[in-house]
C-alpha cells in the first residue's frame, strides 16, 4: 500500500515564505502532485515532479527526493488567497494502473 | 471555466432512495476517476475508467456502480443511499498522452443523506 503524510494544519502571515513537507512510501513511484483545494471547492493542480529537484512556477516551487521520499511546496510572498488545504498525491503505477493517492492534505491560515 | 460538470452541487436525500450522480467532461480525456472526500480527510478512489466501457474499483469499498457508456460521461450511482454514505464526491479527469497526466477536478457534489 501506499502512505502519505503532510501536517495538518499551518499558520503563517501575508507576505511571509511557508514550507509544506510531504512523505511518502510508495512501490511504483512515478510522479508527485500538488494541488490547492479552497473550502468547498474543487482541487486544482498547482506542481509535479518525477525526477529529483525544484520546479518553480511563479510564488509556488515544489521539491522532491525520490531516495528520501520526500517532498515540499515553497510558497512564497504570501497571500490571503493562498488561505486553504495543500494535497500531496502520488502516483504509483506498480500495479499496472496510473491512479492518485492523496495525503489528508495541509490546512493553511494566512493571516494579515 | 470548468470543463468538467458535476450536478448536483448539492443533494439531500431520505435513506432508501436510488441516486444518480453526474460527470461530464468536454476535454476528451479518456481515463476518469471518482474520489470521495469527507471533511479534513484524503481523497478516497472509489472507482475509475480507462476509456468507454471500462471501469474499475478502487482502493475504498463503495456500495456505488459506475458506468462508461460515453468517452464524456461517468455517472456514479448509488442504489439505496444511507447514512454512511453522506460525504462529497468529486469527479475527475485526466490526460493520456501528455505529461504530467494531472488530473481537473469538477466542482463536486455534496451528499447528505438523511
Known amino acids: 500500500g501506499q502512505n502519505i503524510d503532510q501536517p495538518t494544519e499551518m499558520t503563517a502571515t501575508e507576505g511571509a515564505i511557508v514550507q509544506i513537507n510531504c512523505t511518502y512510501q510508495?512501490?511504483?513511484?512515478?510522479?508527485l502532485f500538488w494541488y490547492q483545494q479552497h473550502a468547498g471547492e474543487a482541487p486544482t493542480f498547482l506542481s509535479y515532479?518525477?525526477?529529483?529537484g525544484l520546479e518553480e512556477k511563479g510564488r509556488f516551487s515544489s521539491f522532491l527526493s525520490r531516495s528520501k521520499g520526500y517532498s515540499y511546496l515553497l510558497l512564497k510572498e504570501l497571500q490571503m488567497k493562498d488561505s486553504a488545504s495543500y494535497l500531496c498525491?502520488?502516483?504509483?503505477?506498480?500495479?499496472?494502473?496510473?491512479?492518485?493517492?492523496f495525503g489528508k492534505g495541509t490546512m493553511l491560515l494566512v493571516s494579515p | 471555466e470548468a470543463d468538467i460538470y458535476q450536478t448536483p452541487r448539492y443533494l439531500v436525500i431520505g435513506t432508501g432512495k436510488k441516486i444518480t450522480l453526474e460527470c461530464s467532461q468536454t476535454?476528451?480525456?479518456?481515463?476518469m476517476y471518482w474520489y470521495q472526500q469527507d471533511p479534513g480527510m484524503e481523497l478516497h478512489l472509489i472507482h475509475y475508467?480507462?476509456?468507454?466501457?471500462?471501469?474499475e474499483k478502487g482502493d475504498l469499498s463503495s456500495e456505488s456502480t459506475v458506468s462508461r457508456i460515453r468517452t464524456e460521461h461517468f455517472p456514479l450511482t448509488l442504489e439505496s443511499a444511507r447514512p454512511s454514505h453522506t460525504s462529497q464526491y468529486l469527479c475527475?479527469?485526466?490526460?493520456?498522452?501528455?505529461?504530467?497526466?494531472?488530473?481537473?477536478f469538477g466542482s463536486g457534489t455534496r451528499l447528505t443523506v438523511v
Open positions: 475527475a479527469s485526466s490526460e493520456t498522452h501528455v505529461e504530467p497526466y494531472g488530473y481537473t
Open positions: 510508495t512501490s511504483g513511484f512515478n510522479g
Open positions: 515532479n518525477v525526477l529529483d
Open positions: 498525491a502520488v502516483r504509483d503505477q506498480a500495479l499496472g494502473y496510473s491512479t492518485l493517492t
Open positions: 476535454m476528451g480525456h479518456d481515463k
Open positions: 475508467s480507462y476509456g468507454v466501457n471500462s471501469t
